[in-house]
Nanobody, 122 residues
């Protein structure tokens, strides 16, 4: 069992940067793949970035590749999403999620944070 809490969202201008944090509780944190998903108004919740438990593998949505970086610190039970060169289309509620295997599919994740709002103005 793992509990997740996101923080770091806010309002930024296009081309700006923001770092999201996902704080986890649970003794088995390092065994979970952690992913970030986002949901814009009227849109499906979609995969943004993921990182495996041992941090050997990362994966990014094409729309954020080269701009976003996911990382984790298992000693501190933390996952981060560094977002650079933000665009208005990055606006949405960002969720961190934990699952047993690496996947881009929402259904593979069993534990979810409450979400944090990111708004990018043009």
């Amino acid at each position: 069992q793992v509990q997740l809490v996101e923080s770091g969202g806010g309002l930024v201008q296009a081309e700006g940067s923001l770092r999201l944090s996902c704080a986890a509780s649970g003794r088995t944190f390092s065994t979970y793949t952690i992913a970030w998903f986002r949901q814009a108004p009227g849109k499906e919740r979609g995969f943004v970035a993921g990182i495996t438990g041992n941090a050997r593998s990362t994966l990014y949505a094409n729309s954020v590749k080269g701009r976003f970086t996911i990382s984790r610190d298992n000693a501190e039970n933390m996952v981060y999403l560094q977002m650079n060169s933000l665009k208005p289309e990055d606006t949405g509620v960002y969720y961190c999620a934990a699952g047993p295997v690496a996947s881009t599919q929402l259904s593979q994740y069993d534990h979810w944070g409450q979400g944090t709002q990111v708004t990018v103005s043009s």
